[in-house]
Structure formats: C-alpha cells, structure tokens
C-alpha cells in the first residue's frame, strides 16, 4: 500500500516569505498526487493536482513540483500571508490499482505571522 | 452550488449503540467517498461509491460498519455497535468523474465520539 509522509508537523514562516512544505511517498505504481488545504472544523478543500508526467503545476501563488526519481512533491506558497495559516495535506492516487482512493499524509500546520 | 453536506456534526453514543451518519453529496457527483480520521493520525479511505455500486470498500475495518447509497444519492454509513476505537471525524467527499482526475469535494465531517 501506498505511505505518505509530509515530513514537518509544523512549519512558522514570516509574512511574505516563501512557504515550502514536502511530501515524500513509497511504492509508485504510477500516481497523481493532490494537495489540500484544512481548516480547523472544517473538511480538506482542493487546492492543485499534479500528474506523474507532470514537473510542475501553478495557481496564483501556489506552486506544486513532482519528481519521480525522488518520489517526492514540494508545495511552495510564495509571499506568504497570515490568511495561509492552515494545516496541509498530501494526498496521493495509486493510478494503477484503486482509481479515485485517496492515501493522506498527516499534514503539515503552516503559521504565518505578520 | 450547494456544497457536500454532512449530519450530524457531532454525535457522542456510549459502547455498544448504534449510529448513523448521513452525507449528501454535491448534485451530479457519481462518485462518493467516506474517510476517518482518527486523532493523531492521518486520513483513512473507507469506501467508494460509483453512484449506488460500492467500487472499493476495501478500506472498511471490520462488519461492524455498513455503508449504503441507496439510489445513487445520499449515502449513510451505520456504526453498530459502536466500540471506542470508532471515534473519531468521518468525512465524506464526492467527485465528477472518473477516479481523482476530478477534484474531490469534503464535507465538514463528523465528528463521533464513543464512551
């Protein structure tokens, strides 16, 4: 089965500073993986989705890279804000078996102070 | 757009009840996704439902749990009887299309707790 991992728990940045969180996974089988934003009481909101043949994906100010040698995706959020505080998830897809089942990492709580 | 909507939002039952919990997806969405999170752990599929056919229930822990979608709408997932380990926040999601190519769309979830 599939592991994720998002290797900080937490994160505190400045505002307008770059926010980098990573999200490392096991057994590529191949993957499209997604990040979601969560808010606390709230469910997980869609923010990008990234394919394996795929390098790099951007929204405004949100950036998603993939590298499948590393098995690995950095999630940038560039000038940063204290409304970005929030925790993150990764999430990966195992296109080659279970379409449509997601596997999360825990998430990564991101502060912004001003 | 009305968005994924779940009920309760909190339920708090005593070991060895019953309880049910309901999840209206967004009109539209064949796809319908039940996850938990367990505290202090990460989010856990459950099932998938292809409107009222279970794609992938693989993810279910035991018997006790019983997922239904009953004409390819609303779904309900019973809880009977409930033991400690249940706790914890049950989230649905519903989709367009076909597998995660289609965003998923969480509810707020709900939040159960069993003494």
């Known amino acids: 089965s599939q592991k994720i991992e998002q290797n900080s728990e937490a994160l505190n940045i400045q505002e307008g500073k770059t926010a980098t969180l990573t999200c490392n996974y096991t057994?590529?089988?191949?993957?499209?993986l997604q990040w979601y934003r969560q808010d606390p009481g709230r469910g997980p909101v869609f923010l990008l989705l990234?394919?394996?043949?795929?390098k790099e994906k951007r929204k405004e100010r949100l950036k998603v890279t993939f590298d499948t040698t590393l098995k690995q995706s950095l999630f940038h959020i560039t000038a940063s804000q204290p409304a970005d505080s929030a925790t993150y998830l990764c999430?990966?897809?195992?296109?080659?078996?279970?379409?449509?089942?997601?596997?999360f990492g825990r998430g990564t709580q991101l502060t912004v102070w001003p | 757009e009305a968005g994924v909507t779940q009920f309760p939002s909190h339920s708090v039952i005593e070991k060895g009840q019953t309880v049910t919990l309901r999840c209206d997806p967004i009109s539209g969405h064949d796809n319908l996704y039940w996850y938990r999170r367990v505290m202090g752990k990460e989010i856990k599929f459950l099932l998938h439902?292809?409107?009222?056919?279970?794609?992938?229930e693989s993810g279910m822990p035991n018997n006790r749990f019983l997922a239904e979608r009953t004409g390819g709408t609303y779904s309900t997932l019973k809880v009977q009887p409930a033991e400690l380990e249940d706790s914890g926040v049950y989230f649905c999601?519903?989709?367009?299309?076909?597998?995660?190519?289609?965003?998923?769309?969480f509810g707020p979830g709900t939040r159960l707790t069993v003494t």
């Open positions: 057994n590529y089988s191949p993957a499209y």
């Open positions: 999601a519903s989709s367009h299309g076909q597998g995660s190519t289609y965003e998923q769309y």
């Open positions: 439902f292809v409107k009222e056919s279970k794609q992938d």
């Open positions: 999430a990966l897809e195992d296109r080659g078996s279970t379409l449509g089942r997601l596997y």
């Open positions: 990234i394919r394996e043949n795929e």
